[in-house]
């Protein structure tokens, strides 16, 4: 059996190279929302793949989105954006900008959470509380942890606006590791039960600005710990 060179490409690296490709071409505006890109022999012929590899490829960007096919009639890019690509880059993130995610994403959920709260929503809150402050808790890290992000969830919930919820719901693998940190990395400040109960309960009461105060007081001492951002540099002075 003769073994098969290191440098050959593959058939899933050569989809891979076409879905890059293509993406280059939404990136630089070549296609737009609402238009048809080329059919598939002359869409081969521009990526120097082979149709097969280009109907995968195809595939790919309609499973995430970015195009949609229309049976007889062509395909059409449906977003400029590919949200399949999104984990990867946040996976690339600091802490740092984890955290200043986040905590933009809970401050507005808690004044919304403060306006539009149900009877229902507050009890959801407050039963998410009280399981994050149990003491057992303490020594089962990953309970806290699920029981901590329980907390926000629900008020994410009680703001009733359903892209903010689905966005949280994206960013929750980047939420969960953000709480782990706070766990284990020393010398980085936790957020305390106390804090957690000033959120809820400004929500109870209906207070938007204090939600929000709370809301930000949760994570900005973590925020502080951290090593601050670098300034960037001046900018050349431009000679006379």
């Not at 060179?5 to 890059?20: K, Q």
């Amino acid at each position: 059996m003769n073994p098969v060179s290191a440098s050959a490409p593959t058939r899933r690296s050569l989809v891979d190279v076409a879905v890059e490709k293509m993406r280059e071409r939404l990136e630089r505006g070549e296609w737009r929302v609402g238009a048809r890109i080329p059919v598939e022999t002359e869409l081969a012929a521009q990526l120097g793949v082979g149709r097969n590899t280009v109907r995968e490829a195809v595939r790919v960007l309609a499973y995430s989105g970015v195009l949609e096919v229309r049976q007889g009639d062509g395909t059409y890019v449906g977003s400029a954006v590919d949200a399949s690509d999104m984990p990867h880059e946040l996976s690339r993130a600091t802490l740092r900008e984890h955290l200043e995610v986040r905590a933009m994403l809970e401050v507005e959920a808690a004044r919304l959470a403060a306006r539009r709260r149900t009877p229902e929503d507050l009890e959801a809150i407050r039963a998410a509380l009280l399981l994050r402050g149990e003491r057992l808790n303490r020594r089962r890290p990953s309970v806290f942890v699920e029981h901590d992000l329980a907390f926000h969830r629900a008020v994410v919930a009680a703001a009733h606006n359903a892209a903010l919820a689905k966005l949280y719901q994206f960013f929750e693998r980047a939420v969960r590791s953000t709480v782990r940190a706070t766990l284990e990395l020393k010398g980085l400040p936790e957020p305390d039960y106390p804090a957690h109960v000033a959120v809820c309960e400004a929500i109870a009461r209906r207070n938007e600005q204090a939600a929000v105060e709370a809301a930000r007081a949760l994570l900005q001492p973590i925020l502080d710990s951290l090593d601050p951002v670098p300034a960037p540099p001046p900018a050349p002075k431009r000679g006379r």
